[in-house]
């Protein structure tokens, strides 16, 4: 490795760096024959350190090392794939420290970014469905779906007066897509700006049966499902398709994923049939989803909106809530 970093001898190991100049630590890992797994500081939930990976995605986008097919990012990682007939993994290696120890303190970085705006119906008849069928196939003693819903739940599980202060608190929330994984499509939004403070355990078992389009929340992650699954998220609502593979509506004609890491989401409410008419006007390519383009200057979401650790977003030093329904 060049600069700075320190060879180690462990097996899955290649080498590692520690934090400097403003820039994580990082560890390079061995995954499989043709790959490598960089990790970028320690594992913990911090939003900063995903800011981190999206900018080395567009440093590798623009200095692409010989040999590189595919890069996946993660919360806090980047999967690497590259052909081993072109290059060697140490090169690889020694490529990837290299942009790493160009990059500069992130409170002057502005990360390319989309503001996507999607309509969201609570507490609709197919998310309710789906929490049903659990209790009746599944859990029929689950707490988390007393009264045949999860809202309730994930409303007393975080000390709300109700569920109007979770919508609220949902609605106000800008959403960070740090990365798309679990599905093909899937987005794990956090909150980037607003009140949000939510946390909550997940499904205890998994959940079956999820509807495409559903809404959930597991820790302080929101996911929106890109098709019929099963889950283990707290179900409150249902947006708009965010993935087609027919290409139906217009927006999916380049991609089948309407969702990629660095995009924000906004959710503004409507009623059930108001969305099920919009669903309608997606798949006949009649709507038009709201997507702007908006990059994002880091500056104020690295001085304490997003702090490290596994305290809230919102700084108020509170630990998220995790694991499972007990």
Not at 247 to 269: E, H, W
């Amino acid at each position: 490795m060049t600069g700075a970093g320190v060879p180690v001898p462990e097996h899955a190991v290649l080498a590692a760096a520690p934090a400097a100049g403003g820039r994580p630590s990082v560890t390079y890992r061995q995954a499989g024959d043709r790959c490598v797994l960089v990790e970028y500081g320690p594992p913990e939930l911090d939003l900063r350190l995903n800011f981190h990976v999206l900018r080395m995605l567009s440093a590798l986008g623009a200095d692409p090392p010989p040999g590189l097919l595919d890069a996946a990012p993660g919360l806090r990682s980047v999967l690497l794939c590259f052909d081993p007939s072109r290059t060697a993994r140490t090169a690889l290696v020694d490529h990837l420290h290299t942009l790493h120890e160009r990059q500069p303190d992130l409170s002057g970085v502005t990360l390319p970014s989309r503001r996507v705006t999607l309509p969201l119906a609570f507490d609709d008849t197919a998310t309710r469905e789906a929490v049903v069928r659990y209790a009746r196939t599944i859990r029929p003693d689950a707490s988390n779906t007393r009264g045949g819903n999860n809202i309730d739940y994930i409303a007393a599980q975080n000390g709300l007066p109700g569920r109007d202060a979770l919508y609220e608190a949902i609605l106000a929330t800008e959403w960070w897509t740090a990365f798309t994984g679990f599905a093909p499509g899937l987005p794990f939004l956090f909150p980037l700006r607003g009140p949000t403070a939510l946390s909550v355990p997940k499904y205890n078992p998994t959940r079956a049966w999820t509807p495409e389009g559903a809404v959930g929340i597991g820790g302080p992650c929101v996911a929106i499902y890109p098709a019929e699954s099963p889950g283990s998220y707290q179900l409150f609502g249902r947006t708009l398709p965010v993935s087609d593979v027919f290409a139906r509506n217009r927006v999916f004609g380049d991609d089948p994923f309407l969702l990629r890491a660095g995009d924000r989401v906004r959710f503004t409410l409507c009623g059930e049939e108001e969305l099920l008419e919009l669903r309608r006007q997606v798949l006949e390519d009649q709507y038009v989803y709201r997507i702007e383009d908006a990059p994002l200057a880091l500056a104020a979401h690295v001085r304490g909106a997003v702090p490290g650790g596994t305290g809230h977003p919102d700084g108020s030093g509170r630990a998220w809530a995790g694991g499972e329904v007990p």
